[in-house]
Nanobody, 120 residues
Framework: VQLQASGGGLVQAGGSLRLSCAAS????????VGWFRQAPGKTREFVAR????????SYTDSAKGRFTISRDNARNTVYLQMNSLKPEDTASYYC??????????????WGQGTLVTVSS
């Protein structure tokens, strides 16, 4: 499966962005789709995931209550709605498809990053 992430940009603290992850090549079927982020000089960290068939979601603690992951079956697309953004959310965001996990090694297919910059 090929993934294309988009929707990043520059936003002020407290603002919102919606990231999209469009899948092609096959339907997502039994995959889990996750969002990860990586800030300069830091390791890639888990943000949120969704089971494509089940719709079950989970979030890292810092994303709970602010971010929402969702899917559109017809469009084969996963979204990450990010509200109340903080400067510490600044990072390149990556979507990935794979097994239900919170580490990068659980995911086999990765999209390119989309940069999110939150100004204070």
């Amino acid at each position: 499966v090929q993934l294309q992430a988009s929707g990043g940009g520059l936003v002020q603290a407290g603002g919102s962005l919606r990231l999209s992850c469009a899948a092609s090549g096959r339907t997502l079927g039994s995959y889990t789709v996750g969002w990860f982020r990586q800030a300069p000089g830091k390791t890639r960290e888990f943000v949120a995931r969704i089971g494509w068939n089940t719709g079950i979601t989970s979030y890292t603690d810092s994303a709970k209550g602010r971010f929402t992951i969702s899917r559109d079956n017809a469009r084969n697309t996963v979204y990450l709605q990010m509200n109340s953004l903080k400067p510490e959310d600044t990072a390149s965001y990556y979507c990935a498809a794979g097994r239900w996990g919170t580490t990068p090694s659980s995911y086999d297919s990765w999209g390119q990053g989309t940069l999110v910059t939150v100004s204070s």
